[in-house]
């Protein structure tokens, strides 16, 4: 429980804070997505683990409240993404209808929709999220909009004069604010509705679009359990309304001016009568500089993420930044490292093992405790880095093995059994960082002898330093000191630091750099290293 006078460590914390202040039975989290494409973590940031966040946060506080995802299968399919294996010729005839009904892009699920939702039912928990599940497209069925609908229908002319006014566009002025499904061909994409008298909508379906093309179908029908549904910019603040929505963040773009947030308010009071939600855009996630696309090939997915970081580095991730601050990652430089790092010295901060001040250690054990998807419980203190090394040069060896030399370099102190868990999970999701995303320079293979031809290249000095270093080795327990001295032993055999780095690398993995050599030294073992040296020198 928080304490109602603490200062707000986390943005979640202020968020929720905020919301108290509305008077109401129950505090209502929302996220929502429209499923035409992959889902990333871009998309999770502010569809579910920003909501997910100040859920927590509210709960965290005491205060009773629900979170909803909802799933818009109920929008029309308009294009086929990149990166499926389809032919898209064979698929057209599916676009416009709603991604709910339209087939699976393969053999593995029945619908559209079932394809690219799947995989966030099937992790999400993982990552402590538990929201109640929806779909748009069953709300439509069950009925839950037809009050709605009714009401959009009934107050046609003053939806338009509001629709124009903010979005500046034009409407006809017999305009209907809704969406009928053709009874003949299954798309609402192509219909138009021409006529409301208080019961009856009849339609036509003669809109032509670069995707489809109407069936010159007319017909009429009673708007009720799916046949029709409202338009994005009615449909959202109708969802407000029917399911008590007090907080929901989006993708900053529909907080553009005169987008659907702008729109979204004012039909939520004038015409469904609902006091609109508090409203957070989410900034994007970039990866290199570019908006991660769920039409392009540069996504990872919630799935993808827990085959390189433990779940809790997600959530870390999002509450150490603000949801309006554009978050820089990718898996080829040190970025998941520097995270990694960060996670693990909140941490440490958490577990009083360290201390920066008062109001920083504050937050880091609010943005830990948020971070966490169950209890509390430390992880491997072995850094992020190290565990990609380790899990290169001891490929295979057994989890006892290991454990002994992570003992043996200090890395641990009287490791559990959870510890050793922890710590065997984080050097396979480190591996497969490295099979999969490193880049070259990070990629090792020790070697067993060095290139006779390099170490005939050698001068007296360099081996006098190779010698010098490796009779040192023993003194060293920590990795820091050893770094600096490398530096040292080089300058007092007249050989410039640089050379004597890029040596030890040659003769350790036959390349002229690697990762930070002190370290990479005592993961290495100094007896291998002595022997590889040992043989040069000889
Ligand atoms: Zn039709």
Redesign the pocket.
Known sequence: MMDAQIEFYTWADRIAGEMQKRKVKKQVVHGMWTPSGYFHIGNARTELLIPGLVFQALEDAGTHAKFNFFVDDADDLDAVPAGLNLNAEDFKEHLGKPIYEAPSPDYSHETWADYFTAEIKDVMHEYGLKPKWHSSYENYHKGLYDDSITTALNSARKIRDIWVKITRSDKPENWLPVIVK?E????SG??NATGWDGKHLSYS?TQDREYAK????EGQVMPKKGNVKLPWRLHWPATWNIFKTTFESAGKDHFAASGSVDTGKVFSEEIFKYAPPLLVGGEFVQIKGKKISGSKGNAISLKQWLEFAEPELLRFMMISYQPQTVIEFDLESNKLFLLADRYDEAESVYFREKSLNEKRDNQLKREYTLSQTGKPAKMPQISYSIASMISQVYAGRSTEEIINLLESMGAIKNPGKKDAEKIIHRLKLAKTWVEKYAPEEMRINVRETASKEFVSSLNENEKKALDQLAGELDAYKKEGELQSRIYEIARENNVEPKRLFTICYQLLIGRDSGPRLGPFIMTIGKEKVKGLFGRAID
């Open positions: 053709c003949n061909c299954g798309r192509t219909t379906c109407g069936c010159r179908h």
